[in-house]
């Protein structure tokens, strides 16, 4: 009588073991996919948020307080009536310090508003000694609308004023990409009476904060 063999060749086990290496190799790999996707979709989501919510911030004060003149950031001699400072309101860590970063200084009507003076932010700062967070959005006075972003663009931002014969407009963009090129920036518009006198003031080619005239 012959004897059943019960037990697996070398062969056998050599298999067995590639095959299950396989299967988890491709469950790794659908793993990570769905982590990466999941990330894409966080930071999407996140981009898509800061985009609608600051830009509903600042064009309702555009709206309701009237936007009289956009300016550079470079406070100094020749803005002697601007007694607000980005520096005074950017924390000492701030890449803008050092000329890395976005900032327009927007100025409405005085007589809507004690707190005129308004920045479009957009930079980087260290909140401890390893870590890093960049930052975009709108400060002006005692409101705040700052929110955290996972891109920083290194690009200069444009403004571009059209005039016919009784209205302007005035665009104001602020392109912030994402790895594949899509655009989740700020674009803000803005129409008002050539009657106002609007000015922009030391915008030409602001090298410090990054704004400049659109071709």
Do not use: W
């Not at 060749?9 to 299950?20: A, D, M, R, Y």
């Amino acid at each position: 009588m012959i004897k059943n063999n019960k037990g697996m060749t070398l062969v056998e086990i050599i298999v067995g073991v590639t095959l299950i290496s396989v299967i988890l190799i491709f469950l790794i790999s659908v793993l990570i996919t769905v982590r990466n996707e999941d990330e894409r979709s966080r930071i999407t989501s996140t981009l898509l948020m800061n985009q609608a919510n600051i830009t509903k911030e600042i064009e309702n004060d555009f709206i309701d307080l009237g936007l009289v003149e956009i300016a550079s950031c470079n406070d100094g001699a020749t803005l002697p009536d601007h007694k607000d400072t980005v520096l005074s309101i950017i924390p000492a860590s701030s890449s803008l310090r050092t000329g890395v970063g976005h900032c327009l200084k927007l100025i409405y009507n005085s007589l809507n508003t004690p707190e005129n003076v308004g920045y479009l932010l957009y930079y980087s700062y260290g909140y401890s000694d390893t870590e890093t967070v960049n930052v975009v959005g709108y400060r002006r006075g005692s409101k705040r609308y700052l929110r955290e972003t996972p891109l920083l663009y290194d690009d200069f931002g444009t403004y571009k004023q059209n005039c016919g014969t009784n209205f302007c407009s005035l665009r104001i963009d602020l392109p912030i990409l994402n790895e594949d090129g899509e655009d989740f920036g700020l674009h803000l518009s803005y129409v008002y009476s050539k009657d106002i006198n609007f000015q922009i003031t030391n915008l030409t080619n602001d090298t410090k904060y990054h704004f400049k005239l659109q071709n």
